[in-house]
Each structure stands twice: as structure tokens, then as C-alpha cells.
């Protein structure tokens, strides 16, 4: 079963900093752009981050300068480097990924940043 395995969440205070991983699991024949989106409570699920194949980013004006993302291709793994975080930041953030040529979401994994 081809799927997206996210960790690294957790609680840290305004100023510190997380690294998000997500892996691609299962018979993978192509991956092609690799993202991080995040969903706040109560507010729709916005984009935070994705990489090309190969390896060009973009970023939401709300993080950049502050989060990096990053991808490493033989291990089916997309990184989010989230420095500098704000309270602003708390969300439950969600890999997503073109496995195969069809869409993938990860579980979600809570980012809570106190202040």
C-alpha cells in the first residue's frame, strides 16, 4: 500500500524550532512534487511549502525566511525545517505528494508553538 508516514510534531515555545519529516512507503515508481500544507482549527487548509522533483521550493509568504523545505530523493523523504515559530503557527500539518501519478495525503501531525 503506497502511502506518507509524517512525524517530528510537537510542542515548543514561540521562537524555537521543528523538523517535520513524511515518507513515502509502498511500491513508489515516481514521486513528483512533495509539499507541506497546514490546517489551523476552524480555518481551511492552506499551503505552507512544496518541492519539485527536482528540488525547486516555494513558500507562503506567512513562512518565508523562517521555514526551509527539503527533500532527499533515495529516501522518499520530504523535510519542513520550521525555525523562529510563532503561536501563529499552530496547526496540524499534512504531507502531501504525487506517488505514482495520483495525489497522497499523510495523517496529519500536531504543531503547537506556545507563547
Known amino acids: 500500500q503506497v502511502q506518507l508516514v509524517e512525524s517530528g510534531g510537537g510542542l515548543v515555545q514561540a521562537g524555537g524550532s521543528l523538523r517535520l519529516s513524511c515518507a513515502a512507503s509502498?511500491?513508489?515508481?515516481?514521486?513528483?512534487?512533495m509539499g507541506w500544507y497546514r490546517q489551523a482549527l476552524g480555518k481551511p487548509r492552506v499551503l505552507v511549502a512544496v518541492v519539485t522533483s527536482g528540488g525547486t521550493p516555494n513558500y507562503a509568504d506567512s513562512v518565508k525566511g523562517r521555514f526551509t523545505i527539503s527533500r532527499d530523493n533515495a529516501k522518499n523523504t520530504v523535510y519542513l525545517q520550521m525555525n523562529s515559530l510563532r503561536p501563529e503557527d499552530t496547526a496540524v500539518y499534512y504531507c502531501?505528494?504525487?506517488?505514482?501519478?495520483?495525489?497522497?495525503w499523510g495523517q496529519g501531525t500536531q504543531v503547537t508553538v506556545s507563547s
Open positions: 502531501q505528494a504525487f506517488l505514482n501519478g495520483f495525489m497522497r
Open positions: 509502498g511500491r513508489i515508481l515516481s514521486i513528483n512534487d
